[in-house]
């Protein structure tokens, strides 16, 4: 039996008094789309750094196909793993091409053509290589951030409110895109978000995180049926609510 | 003038090994520093703390602290590092650069965005790498501006480093401040301002093609300035055989007197640097210390100063004191009394003292409660004040002090009644005053006297070529060299003086 791509093992992690994650465990197996939900605070960015060691756990382990996280070096470890987080940071003085194949040389690879690739493959013209990040879009940034976490080839990504700045149709438009260069290139990806609608309409598998606890994990399906206890489904309730009230209105249209 | 100007590309030459070395040295220290502060908001408080603080010590004030601290920990370690000259002026002009280097690398690292910080070691960027590839270049604009400031700064307080003995662009300030040659001070802060500019322009420059990331105009400002630094290393090449260092006060008779020596020395084939502008207070100790080789001294200021004497014996016996205390204690030689002396003299006009009928000190103090005294910045702070009111009961209706020319001129102009002149100066004579007998010998004499360091002391043919110096300088010669470097108009630099003063010593 092959170990998950990615396991939690009684992961805790306190920031002085406060407990971000207290003693997660998931398995998370290869392919797999989860989408870690819950409201600020809840710790599902901890849980989410503790992967590729932004956040160093107090107690328990995380394991890439069965090895410590702990005992790899940690560009090694980083390297492996896309990295796509809300605030973007791209590198503000060099152009999209070079944000975009800076892992590769890091990694000493030549970037032969690979920089065009990545721009077909999020969406955006080719000749936006030579621009700089202070002429893009909010949503053109972030395809950019996610081009350069695709760089190195990894086949884990870890995305931390990933589209969480951007305006409801960019969102929208670069959701789904990525969802499908997921199942394209075969990807692990775990995503954090507080928005139960991107989850649903995302994600293979939900789980839902509060006050450090995991009170929820099960596929969108069976979260919309009703399962998952009470954090979840009030969580499930602002979406669905929303969309009646829409479904009204059109009625009374 | 002439004779400034050929000595320009000497001093341009020594003003910019001393500003590029301060200004590398306070980048080796600061750039590490600001790195390491930058991720320690405590270590950035001790840091930026303790370089303002520096900043808040005037330069002149940081540049003379620096003699007696690198006395102290030469006489700790047993000797061998030297107090006067390049080593102070380096580490005081890197103390001074180190603030704008440091604040400003501090701040364009601290600014930098966190997200930009996040993604580097999202993608697992070593810290290595991080610095290299997002900090520095994200850091550099704000960085290079303090770089620019601090090598503004060390260019323009490089030209005091003239009072610790290193030659620079300040010998040519200084030395035209005390003799009042404008041209000269003109020349040395034109030069000093110039460099400063195209070091500006330059580090400009620099920093322009690193952020747009066009390479000519970095190699091209870096290739201006390396070519600058070599020229300025071509003296250094050539510079062979011995040279000895002769040190001198900071006005004209010193200037001139430095000269008339170092042309005596330049003959028998000697290579000769001048270390002008010193303190009474320092300069004693420099020769003692090896810093300077000769220079000359005036009788009543080391029975004063440097023995603290209050006593005034005969003028022989003084000498005869004086050459031994020094012998005594190893800490110079006195080679003998040029001729002359350089008292505090009592003078008046000409026309009034005639009036007045006043010869002595005696009848000053008779009449000192209707007249006004002039003197020079130090003299009423000065043991010889006291010495000279012990023995003459003076009270003056007023006494302020001038600045040594603004003094002749007050003189002059009725402005006072009595000054304390130099009985050297050559205005005496010119101005048509009469100087007053000191009659009980209140004043200690002021002889001027040639004094060698001990290591000097073992070169015979250095000590031949200064000799016949010893009692050839009578005080009319004297009054007459200070004279064509003070007067008003036709001012001849030290250079011409001294070759004049030569030829008058047969």
Redesign the interface.
Known sequence: MTPPAIRFDQVRKAYGPSIAVSGASLDIPAGQFVALVGSSGSGKSTLLKTVNRLAEPDAGRVLLAGKDVAAMALPDLRRRIGYVFQHIGLFPHIDVGRNIDIALRLAGQKPDGRVEELLDLIGLPRAFAARMPAELSGGQAQRVGVARALAAGPSIMLMDEPFGALDPVTRDSLGRAYRALHDRLGMTTIMVTHDMAEALLLADRIIVMDSGDIVADLAPAALLAGAGGDVAQALVAVPRDQAERLRALEADG | MSGALARLPGLLAAHVQLSVAALLLALAIGLPLAVMAARRPALARIVLGFASLVQTIPALALLALFYPLLLALSAMVGGGIPALGFLPALLALTLYALLPILRNAVTGLSGI??????????????AG?RLR??EA??ALPVAMAGIRTAAVWTIGAATLATTVGQPCLGDLIFAGLQTQDWPLVLTGCAAAALLAMLADGLLGSTEWGLRTRRLWPVWGSLAVLACGLGLSLVPLMRSQGPVVTIGAKNFSEQFILARVIGQRLEKAGYRVQYREGLGSAVIFKALSAGDIDIYLDYAGTLWTNEMRRTDVPPRAQMLTEIGGWMKGEGRAQLLGPLGFENSYAFTMRASEQRRLGIRTLEDLAARSPFLRLGTDIEFLERPEWAMTRSAYPMRFAEARPFQPTMMYNALASGRVDVITAFSSDGRIASDGLATLTDTKGAIPAYDALLLVGNARMKDPRLISAITPLIGKIAVNIMREANYRVDRPDAKESPEEAALWLNAQIK
């Open positions: 965005d966190p997200a930009v910080l996040e993604a580097a070691d999202g993608m697992g960027m070593t790498q590839l997002v270049p994200l």
